[in-house]
């Protein structure tokens, strides 16, 4: 059976960030993501964590000053410090909060930079990030995001995420598949999960167009679970969705998964 945890910056948003690990537990998830926990104190976020009994599967790097429109750093040229600085404060976090999984968001360079200079900073410096991470025993994640949602984002789709996994070669990189993304940039998702199952680590959900739950939008959700299941699979699934109604009143679709009670 798939494994979904709840994604705590799309998910029970009515509430404190501190107060989201509770109502998460309450209605049936076992772990979180969340994106930015970087204005939490690491041990406050810990210790709320403990007194729920979840575990946190995945938090972002910081991606630099979005006010400014940065929307990640690692393909970004002339940026390596401020990257090193953000992989040094989320290894940081990952520690505290026992976390194994820290996603790297790519960037999205400005139009004037030169694309192979982009790839060539991109892969230096996730090369360099993994050695950082492999004694903590963090798998780095890549994520193809659609360019309607983040224009110019630099990791344009799941063939561009897997040829960076095998030019960086490192065993603890690995491919963020996010289905809502993955529809919008390319569609045919049950072959190309099926292609790429051995280089995921983590994958999430939303029902395209509207990013919300998936039992409404044009993709066939439960399919995709059985063809998940059926793959062996075993990672988590971070329920990253916009809910239209509520996070609870809209758990319906995950009541044969274990979640939104019955």
């Known amino acids: 059976m798939p494994r979904f945890c709840a994604n705590l910056s799309y998910l029970f948003l009515e509430l404190p960030y501190l107060e989201r690990h509770a109502a998460a537990r309450s209605v049936g998830f076992k772990a979180v993501e969340v994106q930015f926990p970087y204005d939490t104190p690491s041990a406050d976020v810990a210790a709320s964590l403990r007194r729920a009994g979840l575990e946190q599967v995945l938090i972002n790097a910081p991606s630099g000053n979005g006010a400014l429109g940065d929307r990640g750093l690692a393909s970004l040229p002339g940026r390596e410090s401020e990257f090193k600085a953000s992989i040094a404060t989320a ?71 897997a040829e960076v996994i095998a030019d960086v070669g490192a065993d603890n990189v690995r491919l963020q598949y996010d289905l809502y993304h993955a529809q919008i940039i390319e569609g045919d998702l049950a072959r190309t999960l099926e292609r790429n199952l051995g280089i995921i680590g983590h994958m999430q959900i939303a029902a395209p167009p509207e990013r919300c739950e998936p039992d409404h939008g044009e993709v066939n959700f439960p399919y995709l679970f059985d063809l998940i299941d059926r793959l062996g699979y075993a990672g988590w699934i971070g329920c990253e969705y916009r809910p239209r109604n509520g996070t609870v009143a809209g758990l319906g679709w995950a009541r044969a998964y274990g979640i939104g009670g019955t």
Request: hydrophobic fraction near 40%.
């Open 91 to 161: 290894l940081d976090y990952a520690r505290t909060l026992k976390c194994t999984r820290i996603h790297v968001v790519a960037g999205a360079p400005s139009p004037g930079l030169d694309v192979a200079a982009c790839e060539r900073t991109y892969r230096e410096n996730l090369a360099w990030a993994a050695d950082q991470a492999r004694p903590h025993g963090v798998t780095l994640m890549l994520e193809p995001i659609n360019r309607r949602d983040i224009p110019g984002f630099f990791l344009r789709d799941t063939k561009h995420a």
